[in-house]
C-alpha cells in the first residue's frame, strides 16, 4: 500500500474499528491509528463475532487478501450481527480475487475495496462505510464526536456581522446549494432556501443566541415541503454561530409500518422505534432476547433456497405464538438473516424471559415439514434487561454481545447478562487495545517470588512474574496478561518485553541476592520461533547476567504441541549454560515422555497438586508418585503455591526440595527480596 499520509483524515477520535486480517494486521492497525480510530485487530477468526459486537465499532473490516476461504467464513460469522446492529462490514480482497466479490456480497457484505490500493483510499472506503452505517441506524447509532465532525454532519457556521455562512458539504446536498469550493454561500441564499414563517424563526433565534449566548433553535420547511430544525449554539473553540440540521420524520412516515416482507414480522427499524419509546418512559427495565437460528447455511444448500424461505417463514410463526406479541408489551421482529428480537416491555423481568427463551429453543427445535422433507433447527438466545441511559442500539450490541456467548459457550443455548454484567469479549478487547499501550510506555512491572530450601529455609531464588497495574482494573497477573496476549497475538512482544525486562532487573540485584538463581518464563510461541534460543541466549549476555544462575520455565501445556522442537530448543539453552524446568507440571497431559525425552534439571509442581497433599490419602498417594518420579530421573522438585505449614510439611516428608508461594512471600520488588533473603 501507497503511503499517502492518512493523519489528517476525520476517522473519529478514538472511534473503534474493527479489523480481521489474515495477513496485514499490523499494517492496517497502523494506518487505522494514524487515521484517527481505534483499532480491534485480530488475525484469528476465533470468536469473531463477540469481538465485534463487543468493540461497539460501526464498521468491521475483514481482510481477504490471500485468505478467500477464511474471508468467506468470517463475513458469513460476522453479517447477521452487523445487520442487527446497523454497522457495516468492508472486505479486501485481492485482484485476483475479484471474482468472488459478489459472493461476499450474498453473504452479507456492505462494501468493498480491490487492491493494491493506497493508504487515503482504505481510509476513504472506511468512512463510506462509517456513513453506510449511520444511514441505516436511521438516527439510532449514537454519533461520535471526532475532528472535523462538522464536515461530516448536515451543519453550518456564521460570523456575527459576516454576509456569508459556511456550509458542511453533507447540509449543501441536503438543501441543493453550491458553494464556491470553499463551502461559503451567501446567508441570504441559504435564507431563501426557507419559507417565509422559517426565515422570520431563523432571524429572531440568531438574535436571541448573539443577545444571550444560549442555546437555541428554529425550524422551517425546506422546498420539498420537508420540515428541517437548526440547533444553534455558540462555538466556544472557533468563534461564531453553529447551527446543525435535522430533518424531522413527518407524522405520515412515522406511522408506515416496518415489515419485513419474507416473515411479515416487524423489520429491525421498527424494533428500534419501539424500544426507543419504551426506554424513554421511566426507570422500569426493557427486556430483550436476541434469538438466531441455526444450521440455515447447510438446509439452503441441501435444499434449496426456497425450502430455507419456508422453513424461516415457520419459525418466525413459531416464535409468534410463544411470544403472543401485542405491540403493547411485546414485540417480535426480524433484525438480520437468521436473528429475531422479543422485545418485553416494563414491568418485564429477567426471570420471564429466560422462561420465554426456553420456550422458543424447545419451539424451534421440534421438526418442521416442507414438502417430503423433515427438517431440524437449532437456535441460541441472548437475553439482556435495560440499564439506566440505554437506548436501542446499546440495548441491541448488549444483546447480541450476549447472543454470541450463547453460540461460544456449551454450557446450554440461552445466556442472560445480568444488569450490569460486562461481556467477556468487551473486556477484552478493552484490554487487547490498553495492552498494546502498556507496552510502547513500559507499564508492565516485574516482581519476584522467592524460592526457598525446605532443608535450609534460605531463600535460593527467585521467579519473576509480569504484573500489570491497570489504571482501572487494578493488578493484573501474568495470566491474565498473556491470555490478552494470546488472543491479539501479541504474545511474543509482550514475552521479550518480560524477559528482558526481568533479567536486567535481575542483573542490578544488590550484593546481598548475587548468589540467588533467576527463573524466567518462555511459552509455547517462543519453542517455536526460528532462532530463539541464539536470541534468548544473547540477551542474556546483554544484561550480564551469569548464565549458570538463571532457569528456564516452560509450561506443561507449551510442550504439547511440538514435543520434538521444545526439545531441541531446551537442549540448546541447557548447553548454553542454563537450567531447564517444567513448569505447572499436573495441570495437563503429565506425560512420563516429557520427563524422558527433555533435558531437564527441575520439575515445578502445580499448586493444585500441592493443595491435594494436605487432603485425602489418594490425593497424597498421587504427589508422592510425582515426586518419587522425578527424584528417580535426577530432577529436582519446586512445589508451586504452598500457603500453609501442614502442606510444606507433608511436602518435606514426601523429598520435595524447594517451594515458593504465600508461605514464604508474596511476589515483592527486588527491595523486598533483599531483605527477606537477609532475614
Same mark, same amino acid.
Given at each position: 500500500?501507497?503511503?499517502?499520509?492518512?493523519?489528517?483524515?476525520?476517522?473519529?477520535?478514538?472511534?473503534? /474499528?474493527?479489523? /480481521?486480517?489474515?495477513?496485514?494486521?499490523?499494517?492496517?492497525?497502523?494506518?487505522?491509528?494514524?487515521?484517527?480510530?481505534?483499532?480491534?485487530?485480530?488475525?484469528?477468526?476465533?470468536?469473531?463475532?463477540?469481538?465485534?459486537?463487543?468493540?461497539?465499532?460501526?464498521?468491521?473490516?475483514?481482510?481477504?487478501?490471500?485468505?478467500?476461504?477464511?474471508?468467506?467464513?468470517?463475513? /458469513?460469522?460476522?453479517?447477521?450481527?452487523?445487520?442487527a446492529n446497523a454497522a457495516a462490514l468492508l472486505?479486501?480482497?485481492?485482484?485476483?480475487?475479484?471474482?468472488?466479490?459478489?459472493?461476499?456480497?450474498?453473504?452479507?457484505?456492505?462494501?468493498?475495496?480491490?487492491?493494491?490500493?493506497s493508504e487515503r483510499q482504505f481510509v476513504q472506503?472506511?468512512?463510506?462505510?462509517?456513513?453506510?452505517?449511520?444511514?441505516?441506524?436511521?438516527?439510532?447509532?449514537?454519533?461520535?464526536?471526532?475532528?472535523?465532525?462538522?464536515?461530516?454532519?448536515?451543519?453550518?457556521?456564521?460570523?456575527?456581522?459576516?454576509?456569508?455562512?459556511?456550509?458542511?458539504?453533507?447540509?449543501?446536498?441536503?438543501?441543493?446549494?453550491?458553494?464556491?469550493?470553499?463551502?461559503?454561500?451567501?446567508?441570504?441564499?441559504?435564507?431563501?432556501?426557507?419559507?417565509?414563517?422559517?426565515?422570520?424563526?431563523?432571524?429572531?433565534?440568531?438574535?436571541? #443566541?448573539?443577545?444571550?449566548?444560549?442555546?437555541?433553535?428554529? &425550524?422551517?420547511?425546506?422546498?420539498?415541503?420537508?420540515?428541517?430544525?437548526?440547533?444553534?449554539?455558540?462555538?466556544?473553540?472557533?468563534?461564531?454561530?453553529?447551527?446543525l440540521a435535522e430533518t424531522i420524520p413527518s &407524522?405520515?412516515?412515522?406511522?408506515?409500518?416496518?415489515?419485513?416482507?419474507?416473515?411479515?414480522?416487524?423489520?429491525?427499524?421498527?424494533?428500534?422505534?419501539?424500544?426507543?419509546?419504551?426506554?424513554?418512559?421511566?426507570?422500569?427495565?426493557?427486556?430483550?432476547? #436476541?434469538?438466531?437460528?441455526?444450521?440455515?447455511?447447510?438446509?439452503?444448500?441441501?435444499?434449496?433456497?426456497?425450502?430455507?424461505?419456508?422453513?424461516?417463514?415457520?419459525?418466525?410463526?413459531?416464535?409468534?405464538?410463544?411470544?403472543?406479541?401485542?405491540?403493547?408489551?411485546?414485540?417480535?421482529?426480524?433484525?438480520? *438473516?437468521?436473528?429475531?428480537?422479543?422485545?418485553?416491555?416494563?414491568?418485564?423481568?429477567?426471570?420471564?424471559?429466560?422462561?420465554?427463551?426456553?420456550?422458543?429453543?424447545?419451539?424451534?427445535?421440534?421438526?418442521?415439514?416442507?414438502?417430503?422433507?423433515?427438517?431440524?433447527?437449532?437456535?441460541?438466545?441472548?437475553?439482556?434487561?435495560?440499564?439506566?441511559?440505554?437506548?436501542?442500539?446499546?440495548?441491541?450490541?448488549?444483546?447480541?454481545?450476549?447472543?454470541?456467548?450463547?453460540?461460544?459457550?456449551? &454450557?446450554?443455548?440461552?445466556?442472560?447478562?445480568?444488569?450490569?454484567?460486562?461481556?467477556?469479549?468487551?473486556?477484552?478487547?478493552?484490554?487487547? $487495545?490498553?495492552?498494546?499501550?502498556?507496552?510502547?510506555?513500559?507499564?508492565?512491572?516485574?516482581?519476584?517470588?522467592?524460592?526457598?530450601?525446605?532443608?535450609?529455609?534460605?531463600?535460593?531464588?527467585?521467579?519473576?512474574?509480569?504484573?500489570?497495574?491497570?489504571?482501572?482494573?487494578?493488578?493484573?497477573?501474568?495470566?491474565?496478561?498473556?491470555?490478552?496476549?494470546?488472543?491479539?497475538?501479541?504474545?511474543?512482544?509482550?514475552?521479550?518485553?518480560?524477559?528482558?525486562?526481568?533479567?536486567?532487573?535481575?542483573?542490578?540485584?544488590?550484593?546481598?541476592?548475587?548468589?540467588?538463581?533467576?527463573?524466567?518464563?518462555?511459552?509455547?510461541?517462543?519453542? $517455536?520461533?526460528?532462532?530463539?534460543?541464539?536470541?534468548?541466549?544473547?540477551?542474556?549476555?546483554?544484561?550480564?547476567?551469569?548464565?549458570?544462575?538463571?532457569?528456564?520455565?516452560?509450561?506443561?501445556?507449551?510442550?504439547?504441541?511440538?514435543?520434538?522442537?521444545?526439545?531441541?530448543? #531446551?537442549?540448546?539453552?541447557?548447553?548454553?549454560?542454563?537450567?531447564?524446568?517444567?513448569?505447572?507440571?499436573?495441570?495437563?497431559?503429565?506425560?512420563?515422555?516429557? #520427563?524422558?525425552?527433555?533435558?531437564?534439571?527441575?520439575?515445578?509442581?502445580?499448586?493444585?497438586?500441592?493443595?491435594?497433599?494436605?487432603?485425602?490419602?489418594?490425593?497424597?498417594?498421587?504427589?508422592?508418585?510425582?515426586?518419587?518420579?522425578?527424584?528417580?530421573?535426577? /530432577?529436582?522438585?519446586?512445589?508451586?503455591?504452598?500457603?500453609?505449614?501442614?502442606?510444606?510439611?507433608?511436602? &518435606?516428608?514426601?523429598?520435595?526440595?524447594?517451594?515458593? *508461594?504465600?508461605?514464604?512471600?508474596?511476589?515483592?520488588?527486588?527491595?523486598?527480596?533483599?531483605?527477606?533473603?537477609?532475614?
Open positions: 500500500m501507497a503511503d499517502e499520509g492518512t493523519s489528517r483524515v476525520n476517522g473519529g477520535a478514538s472511534a473503534p /474499528l474493527f479489523i /480481521l486480517s489474515f495477513r496485514h494486521r499490523d499494517e492496517l492497525t497502523r494506518i487505522a491509528e494514524a487515521a484517527g480510530w481505534q483499532p480491534i485487530a485480530a488475525r484469528r477468526a476465533l470468536n469473531a463475532e463477540s469481538r465485534f459486537i463487543a468493540s461497539g465499532a460501526a464498521v468491521a473490516v475483514v481482510d481477504a487478501r490471500g485468505a478467500p476461504q477464511e474471508g468467506h467464513e468470517a463475513v /458469513l460469522a460476522l453479517a447477521d450481527s452487523t445487520e472486505v479486501l480482497v485481492s485482484r485476483n480475487e475479484a471474482e468472488a466479490i459478489d459472493r461476499f456480497l450474498e453473504e452479507g457484505a456492505t462494501h468493498f475495496l480491490e487492491s493494491p490500493f472506503a472506511v468512512e463510506f462505510a462509517e456513513r453506510h452505517a449511520e444511514r441505516v441506524g436511521g438516527g439510532h447509532r449514537e454519533r461520535r464526536a471526532q475532528p472535523g465532525g462538522r464536515e461530516r454532519s448536515p451543519s453550518w457556521r456564521w460570523q456575527p456581522g459576516s454576509s456569508e455562512v459556511e456550509l458542511s458539504p453533507v447540509l449543501a446536498r441536503k438543501m441543493g446549494l453550491v458553494s464556491d469550493g470553499t463551502g461559503r454561500i451567501p446567508l441570504m441564499e441559504l435564507f431563501r432556501k426557507m419559507d417565509p414563517e422559517g426565515q422570520r424563526a431563523a432571524r429572531g433565534a440568531l438574535d436571541r #443566541l448573539v443577545a444571550t449566548g444560549e442555546p437555541t433553535a428554529f &425550524a422551517h420547511a425546506d422546498a420539498s415541503g420537508a420540515r428541517i430544525a437548526h440547533h444553534l449554539r455558540i462555538d466556544e473553540e472557533a468563534g461564531g454561530v453553529l447551527g &407524522a405520515a412516515s412515522l406511522s408506515l409500518p416496518a415489515r419485513d416482507p419474507m416473515t411479515g414480522l416487524r423489520d429491525v427499524r421498527a424494533a428500534r422505534e419501539w424500544l426507543d419509546a419504551k426506554l424513554g418512559r421511566g426507570q422500569d427495565a426493557v427486556v430483550l432476547l #436476541l434469538v438466531a437460528v441455526s444450521r440455515f447455511d447447510a438446509i439452503n444448500a441441501a435444499f434449496g433456497r426456497a425450502t430455507g424461505d419456508a422453513v424461516l417463514q415457520a419459525a418466525a410463526r413459531r416464535i409468534e405464538r410463544v411470544v403472543d406479541a401485542d405491540s403493547h408489551t411485546r414485540f417480535v421482529a426480524r433484525v438480520a *438473516g437468521t436473528q429475531f428480537a422479543i422485545a418485553l416491555a416494563p414491568p418485564a423481568t429477567l426471570k420471564e424471559a429466560r422462561f420465554i427463551a426456553g420456550e422458543v429453543v424447545e419451539g424451534l427445535g421440534r421438526a418442521f415439514m416442507s414438502g417430503d422433507h423433515v427438517i431440524t433447527l437449532g437456535s441460541r438466545v441472548g437475553v439482556v434487561a435495560s440499564e439506566p441511559g440505554d437506548d436501542a442500539a446499546a440495548l441491541l450490541r448488549r444483546a447480541s454481545a450476549a447472543l454470541a456467548e450463547a453460540k461460544a459457550a456449551d &454450557a446450554g443455548p440461552i445466556r442472560v447478562l445480568d444488569a450490569g454484567a460486562q461481556s467477556e469479549n468487551a473486556l477484552g478487547n478493552r484490554l487487547e $487495545v490498553d495492552l498494546r499501550r502498556a507496552l510502547d510506555q513500559d507499564e508492565i512491572e516485574i516482581l519476584f517470588q522467592p524460592q526457598v530450601s525446605i532443608t535450609t529455609g534460605r531463600i535460593v531464588g527467585a521467579e519473576a512474574l509480569a504484573r500489570w497495574r491497570h489504571p482501572d482494573f487494578g493488578e493484573l497477573g501474568a495470566v491474565t496478561l498473556f491470555s490478552v496476549a494470546e488472543r491479539s497475538d501479541y504474545v511474543t512482544q509482550l514475552s521479550d518485553h518480560v524477559q528482558r525486562k526481568a533479567i536486567s532487573a535481575a542483573a542490578a540485584w544488590p550484593e546481598a541476592l548475587k548468589d540467588l538463581r533467576l527463573a524466567v518464563n518462555i511459552t509455547a510461541a517462543d519453542i $517455536v520461533r526460528p532462532g530463539f534460543a541464539a536470541q534468548f541466549l544473547e540477551l542474556v549476555d546483554e544484561s550480564a547476567f551469569d548464565r549458570a544462575r538463571l532457569t528456564v520455565e516452560v509450561t506443561e501445556s507449551g510442550l504439547i504441541e511440538d514435543l520434538s522442537a521444545a526439545g531441541n530448543l #531446551l537442549a540448546s539453552l541447557r548447553e548454553g549454560g542454563l537450567r531447564v524446568a517444567i513448569d505447572d507440571f499436573g495441570t495437563g497431559y503429565s506425560s512420563l515422555a516429557y #520427563l524422558k525425552a527433555l533435558p531437564l534439571d527441575y520439575l515445578k509442581i502445580d499448586k493444585r497438586l500441592c493443595e491435594d497433599i494436605a487432603g485425602s490419602p489418594r490425593d497424597r498417594v498421587v504427589v508422592r508418585s510425582v515426586i518419587d518420579m522425578a527424584r528417580s530421573l535426577g /530432577l529436582g522438585v519446586i512445589a508451586e503455591g504452598v500457603e500453609t505449614q501442614e502442606q510444606l510439611d507433608l511436602l &518435606a516428608e514426601e523429598g520435595c526440595t524447594l517451594y515458593q *508461594g504465600f508461605l514464604c512471600s508474596r511476589p515483592v520488588d527486588a527491595a523486598t527480596l533483599a531483605g527477606l533473603a537477609a532475614a
